[in-house]
């Protein structure tokens, strides 16, 4: 045999063992080349009767963590193609055979009349896990970086190469469900105890262990190819079945509020496929797996989740001319509850902190807060002591300037004050010089005003950190009028060390993400002054996709807060910068009631001692109008939440404040939790469709007002129906 | 088109629907058998004027399965050449096969049907038959399905109902009940089921728990918390209304239907075949029609099919002097009441299935009895039954003493 993608090599006792190592590839992923090429090993291993059994394993360092998801992110547009050249029914056919095509060769691998086994030597995941489950038998090396999987679910996809039919034959439904509706990854030994593995070996005797299996007589037959086999949870239609399925149905909608199509797919493979032979439910799971892929939640999802994420950590916005920074100790000034929290993350990842506050008592507080933080982690078994230790020992609490000398760059995060900030900048440039890169955690003040108070501005940048810094997963960076390549690039940099995502935002008031995410729950103050019911505006902002209802988070993150904000816009703005109803509700909560939000127990939710927030009864009182819930449509308030945060986010584009449609959808999920399923404020109007956008914004404002007015950007875009990824190609990444 | 009368009602007394439930060791068929028979011998009825038995029946496995009816009328001496068909319509089963049996009289091609229901839920347990409904997830999702408990809580906090109101209610259903029992009001239509020597094994309904109050029932843990939560039922509820902050659960085993065995048949035929067999009719079959309502909340039907049965046949709410509103739960009640802002006491003032239970196949045909024996005994006019039905459905029927 001439292989590409495998080395091979048969033993004396005839058996085979392929060695999967693609060539060129730092992983192996699942392409059309490799299928093409297991279809023929199966003939020849069919073919040849000096061949006794197969040994499948990997030569690199993951075994495979799945299929090339750059091919299947276009799967969509290539069959809208396909069916303009051929025809609905011909290029659904030609579709299906290609959804198809892993399945059906991991089948003739199953029933090829001779043994397989996989040696799992690392992570396996998607198609790359699949592929031994269709294998007669798996050992799984016991090293720390093995891991089976089936994560498709996370970029909108399912495992459709037989995952959704093996894994409930192998385990009971409960558990197969769980396994497939998370995409979780299990280590060796819960891979063994849940049936997923036969054995766990030694790296360096998993070949030997699996050759002997082969010899001992393994049979080629799967179990669910014996006559006498049983399901692991019995029939559907039985006493189990009637426990497992309506809550599973029931909990499917509660996890994803049903905006995931690729996880109810999941659900009807396994529900249709468990009551068929195997070779008919493996042809249910393709018929699915041909609509999720051309689905557009699926291509929004790898897009986004998947392809934009990686290429912006990857530093697609890095100035390609600027040399590698070396960032080994790292200045953090103010030691409040961001700055404590960002001199965390810095110690997490391995650099120096010296973090400074007034006095030292106040500097100490500061570092206690990444005590608490890493200790809560040796205390679920997440960390060591020793870890614990050595991160500690990495933090340097000061009230002294001068500890900041040998930093290589330096993140203030004192009081929101331009006066404190000034100081600040003064005094750490006294002890570092001008060339230090100074980069100000600020959420509110313009970064080209605060620059002024550097010696040079183009070292001068702003990194907005969202709360709590060791949770939330993106970075701002913006770019004041006259910052450089330097800063920027020195920036990025930190943010990769941290293993955050970055987004390049132009200096503007409220940056990208929160200017967005004001606009979410000023729509949910609106509706309830609209007389919509609390209960509603809360549960059907979930239902659009966001992660917490507009009242809710404007109690974390303090009404009072709000009521300053409305008058610093109306300042700044002018006094229709604000709906004035909009205004009456915040006064009257904070004025009139005094309810500050959760911090003071009390906002548009009552936070009763160790029970569950409940909604403030008083809050009905407060519209002066109560709308009759069955005469609300409810899509349509699903639509306001999502449309006019998108709506913002295409003026964000509009003004240039955000240039490339990645960040702005990427910093629309990971910032403030836009509905995943759409890929982001900008997928969502591309997907759409930029024409019915406008027109649904139009809609909207004839009944709501000029809050859905849109950019006359894309009102343009909108007459050719022009999406923001064409009109903004982003340049791919190196 | 000829009118269709009901000549006569039988129902057996209604045992406890557990293995210490007196009916347990009576089978479907024989609780089927024995109503049918019941109805033939105390009207001397020629069965060679029977053109069909109609029989509700819910759960329809084993000993309940294959046409319960056509065996039934079998082992129950109507003779070979009286057809039975079995149909379930969930809990209006009883009242769709007085119904069905009232069409084919009124269509003219049938003289006389008998329609009834058995069902023994000791013995086929509830839900035993399956369905594609709140398993296929094609089904179950689009269609928000949660239990009936869950919807009948989700009716309480929706409508507004307290724990209290529903436990009231279910207090006054068990009032009356007794009170019907010691005043003999079912006495003309409930017969004893006896063994194979002629000896009673059951004359009363043994569900009732005449002693019910207030405290008693508090004691008593809302049944459909856990399914609630812990089988994301609430959130399927909250998320088809979303007006609902948290689901109230206040139903429990004291407020909701009690689960019982029984069986019912009604004797329906037209003005000449009544002549024929030397009988007077009791009531006209005046109008019934069914309706799909939001399967979610499932239990509103009642509403729904009331307002429609009314516009059809012209009559307003206060043209009807009695109403039957099958309790399946205490708030399908309410609710009813609630709507239609009429006067309690004209709705179910014999007691419900709250206290004497709800056999589910046989309670349609049950209550359109209790309706009849009660204008009867009071001297009214009209009655309306109606029930609530499972996938969201209503079956309502009116019927007039003649």
């Not at chain 1, 060390?497 to 103050?525: M, S």
């Not at chain 2, 039934?72 to 039975?84: E, Q, T």
């Not at chain 2, 079995?86 to 119904?99: E, W």
Request: aromatic residues 6%; glycine residues 10%; proline residues 5%.
């Amino acid at each position: 045999m001439n292989l590409v993608n495998f080395k091979h090599d048969t033993d004396a006792d005839g058996i085979l063992t392929l060695v999967w190592d693609m060539p060129g590839k730092p992983m192996n992923v699942l392409d059309q080349s490799l299928m093409n090429e297991l279809d023929a090993i199966v003939d020849h291993v069919i073919a040849d009767a000096a061949i006794k059994g197969v040994v499948l394993t990997s030569g690199k360092d993951a075994f495979c963590a799945g299929a090339d998801l750059t091919m299947m992110e276009g799967a969509g547009k290539e069959f809208a193609a396909a069916v303009k050249a051929r025809g609905q029914e011909a290029a659904m056919k030609e579709f299906m055979a290609q959804a198809g095509a892993g399945s059906r060769v991991f089948r003739r691998i199953e029933t090829c009349g001779k043994p397989w086994a996989a040696a799992i030597n690392g992570v396996a995941l998607g198609g790359g896990f699949e592929i031994t489950l269709a294998c007669h038998y798996r050992v799984i090396a016991d090293n720390a970086k093995a891991q089976v999987g089936l994560p498709e679910v996370k970029v909108g996809l399912f495992p459709g190469a037989g995952g959704t039919q093996r894994i409930p034959r192998l385990m009971a439904t409960p558990d197969a469900l769980q396994f497939l509706f998370k995409g979780e990854s299990w280590k060796p030994a819960k891979a063994k105890q849940m049936n997923l593995v036969h054995e766990v070996a030694p790296e360096g005797e998993i070949v030997a262990r699996a050759k002997a299996w082969i010899k001992g007589g393994g049979k080629a037959v799967a179990p669910w190819d014996e006559k006498n086999f049983k399901m692991p949870s019995g029939k559907i239609f039985s006493p189990i079945g009637m426990m497992v399925w309506p809550p599973a149905n029931a909990i499917y909608r509660k996890e994803t509020y049903d905006n995931y199509p690729a996880v109810k797919a999941i659900l009807k493979c396994v529900y249709e496929g468990l009551q068929l032979p195997i070779d008919q439910a493996l042809t249910v799971e393709t018929r699915y797996f041909a609509q999720i892929m051309r689905s557009k939640e699926a291509a929004a999802m790898i897009r986004s989740l998947f392809l934009s994420m990686g290429e912006l950590n990857k530093g697609a916005r890095r100035p390609k001319s600027e040399p590698k920074t070396t960032l080994k100790k790292i200045g953090v000034i103010g030691a409040g509850f961001m700055g404590a929290g960002i001199a965390y993350v810095t110690a997490m990842a391995g650099a120096e902190v010296v973090l400074v506050d007034r006095d030292q008592a106040a500097a100490d507080k500061g570092k206690a807060h990444s005590d608490a933080l890493i200790s809560a982690r040796v205390a679920k078994g997440r960390a060591t002591a020793e870890q614990k230790e050595a991160l500690l020992a990495r933090i340097t609490p000061t009230a002294d300037y001068g500890d900041l000398k040998g930093c290589d760059l330096v993140v203030e995060a004192v009081f929101e004050d331009r006066g404190v900030k000034a100081e600040t900048t003064k005094k750490a440039q006294a002890v570092l010089g001008a060339d230090i890169v100074f980069a100000s955690n600020t959420s509110t003040l313009p970064i080209t005003s605060l620059a002024t108070e550097a010696q040079k501005p183009e070292n001068f940048i702003g990194i907005h950190f969202f709360s709590p810094v060791d949770k939330m997963m993106l970075v701002e960076i913006i770019m004041g009028e006259r910052t450089g390549d330097k800063a920027l690039a020195t920036a990025l940099d930190f943010v990769r060390l941290i293993k955050k995502t970055p987004i390049v935002v132009n200096d503007t008031r409220g940056f990208f993400a929160n200017r967005c995410v004001g606009r979410y729950v000023a729509e949910g103050h609106l509706m309830l002054m609209e007389g919509v019911p609390p209960a509603m505006i809360e549960n059907v902002a979930r239902m659009a996709g966001m992660p917490v209802g507009p009242l809710s988070l404007n109690d974390e993150v303090a009404i009072d807060l709000s009521w300053k904000i409305v008058q610093a816009t109306k300042k700044d703005l002018g006094e229709q910068a604000v709906d004035p109803a909009q205004e009456k509700l915040i006064k009257t909560m904070v004025v009139d009631h005094e309810r500050f939000g959760r911090k003071n127990g009390k906002g548009f939710y009552d936070y009763p001692q160790g029970g569950k927030k409940k909604l403030w009864p008083g809050l009905s009182t407060l519209a002066g109008k109560a709308l009759d819930p069955d005469t609300i449509d409810v899509e349509e308030l699903k639509q306001r939440f999502l449309v006019v945060q998108a709506v913002e986010a295409a003026r964000t584009m509009a003004e240039g404040v955000v240039t490339d449609p990645r960040e702005a959808d990427v910093g629309s999920i990971l910032g403030f939790g836009f509905a995943p399923f759409t890929g982001g404020a900008i997928s969502y109007i591309d997907f759409m469709g930029t024409k019915a956008f406008v027109e649904l914004c139009d809609r909207l404002t004839a009944k709501y007002g000029d809050r859905f007015v849109p950019p006359a950007l894309l009102r343009d875009m909108a007459k050719t129906g022009e999406t923001f990824y064409a009109k903004f190609a982003p340049k791919k990444a190196a | 088109m000829a009118d269709a009368f009901i000549y006569d009602a039988v129902r057996t007394p209604r045992g406890r629907g557990k293995s210490d439930g007196s009916l347990h060791e009576v089978s479907t068929l024989q609780l089927a058998a024995g109503a049918l028979r019941a109805l033939k011998d105390r009207n001397e009825l020629d069965t060679k004027l029977v053109d069909d038995v109609i029989l509700g029946c819910v759960d329809t496995v084993g000993e309940s399965g294959s046409d319960i009816a056509r065996v039934s009328a079998l082992v129950a001496g109507y003779g070979n050449h009286v057809p039975g068909v079995q149909i379930n319509r969930f809990c209006a089963s009883g009242l769709d096969a007085v119904n069905f049996a009232s069409a084919q009289v009124m269509s003219g091609q049938h003289d006389m049907a008998i329609g009834g229901g058995v069902e023994s839920m000791s013995r086929v347990g509830m839900g035993s038959e399956g369905g594609a409904w709140p398993v296929d997830p094609s089904a179950a999702i689009p269609t928000y399905f949660m239990p009936q408990g869950v919807s009948a809580d989700l009716i309480a906090t929706k409508y507004g109902f307290s724990r209290d109101d529903v436990d009231a209610y279910a207090i006054e259903s068990q009032k009356r009940a007794a009170q019907s029992w010691k005043e003999g009001r079912f006495a003309k239509t409930v017969t004893p089921v006896r063994d194979i020597n002629g000896v009673t094994i059951l004359d009363h309904d043994e569900h009732m728990r005449p002693d019910a109050n207030m405290q008693s029932l508090a004691s008593l843990k809302p049944s459909f918390i856990m399914m609630g939560e812990q089988g994301g039922f609430d959130a399927v509820a909250i998320q088809r209304y979303p007006e609902v902050e948290a689901i109230n659960h206040v139903h429990h085993a004291g407020n909701s239907s009690g689960i019982v065995d029984g069986a019912a048949a009604l004797l329906i035929g037209s003005a000449e075949a009544g002549q024929k067999s030397g009988l007077k009719p009791r009531a006209r079959i005046k109008a019934f029609c069914n309706i799909g309502s939001e399967p979610a909340i499932m239990l509103t039907g009642p509403v729904d099919v009331t307002k429609k049965l009314l516009a059809k046949t012209g009559m307003s709410i206060n043209d009807i002097d009695l109403f039957e509103v099958n309790e399946a739960f205490a708030s399908v009640v309410l609710r009813f009441l609630q709507a239609f802002d009429v006067d309690p006491a004209k709705v179910n003032p014999c007691g419900g299935a709250i206290a004497m239970g709800h056999p589910l196949g046989a309670t349609g045909a049950m209550l359109v009895s209790t309706a009849l024996d009660e204008l009867e005994r009071t001297g009214k006019q009209t009655a309306l039954i109606t029930l609530c039905i499972g996938a969201g459905m209503g079956t309502a029927t009116i019927i007039e003493r003649v």
